[in-house]
Every structure is written in structure tokens, then in C-alpha cells.
Nanobody, 119 residues
Framework: QVKLVESGGGLVQAGGSLRLSCTAS????????MGWFRQAPGKEREFVAS????????YYADSVKGRFTVSRDKGLNTVYLQMLSLKPEDTAVYYC????????????WGQGTQVTVSS
């Protein structure tokens, strides 16, 4: 059973930056993509960014384009979300997720890490 563990969340002032990390417990599990999602209080979970595992193509929600960057270190089996120019509306619990080969959607989820941006 693959587990994803996020880290790097915290409290930051508006305009600041954070880097989230997501490490998989199994090095060689087959995946189509890795994604980052977030859920703010009282709101539904929303897509933030993703990376196709083969080829490395990246995709971003319009709300974070130009500010957030998803990257990976295959050797460390880790995916990162670099967040710059943070805004109070970025405050949410951020989740890492994986879409395994054969799955129709993201089917492995981390426990989430809190990001709070103060104004």
C-alpha cells in the first residue's frame, strides 16, 4: 500500500513563500500523475497543480499560475510545490495525490498539510 506524506506547511505572511514536499513510501509504484489539491474551510477540495509522471508535463489552476511551481526529484521519490507570492486566499489544507496506473482518477492521498497566509 503506497502512502504519501506531505510536509512543509506553516504560517506565512502575504507575499511570502513556502515549499511543500510529498514523499511516497514506495519508490517504484507506477503512477500516471502526481497532483496537489487544497481545501479551504467551508469549501470543496480544488485542483492546484499536477505533473504527468512520464514526460513531466505540468498543469496549474488559473488562480496559482505564475506563482506556484510543481517539480520532482525522482531520486528522492518526492514531488514539490513551490509557492511564491502567497495570498490570504491560498490558506487551505494542501493534499498531495497520485493517480496510479490503471486508475481513472487520483486514488492515493496524503494526510494534508496546513498552509495559512496572514494578511
Amino acid at each position: 500500500q503506497v502512502k504519501l506524506v506531505e510536509s512543509g506547511g506553516g504560517l506565512v505572511q502575504a507575499g511570502g513563500s513556502l515549499r511543500l514536499s510529498c514523499t511516497a513510501s514506495v519508490r517504484t509504484f507506477s503512477r500516471v500523475a502526481m497532483g496537489w489539491f487544497r481545501q479551504a474551510p467551508g469549501k470543496e477540495r480544488e485542483f492546484v497543480a499536477s505533473m504527468r509522471w512520464s514526460g513531466g508535463a505540468t498543469y496549474y489552476a488559473d488562480s496559482v499560475k505564475g506563482r506556484f511551481t510543481v517539480s520532482r526529484d525522482k531520486g528522492l521519490n518526492t514531488v514539490y510545490l513551490q509557492m511564491l507570492s502567497l495570498k490570504p486566499e491560498d490558506t487551505a489544507v494542501y493534499y498531495c495525490s497520485a493517480q496510479q496506473v490503471g486508475a481513472n482518477d487520483y486514488n492515493v492521498w496524503g494526510q494534508g498539510t496546513q498552509v495559512t497566509v496572514s494578511s
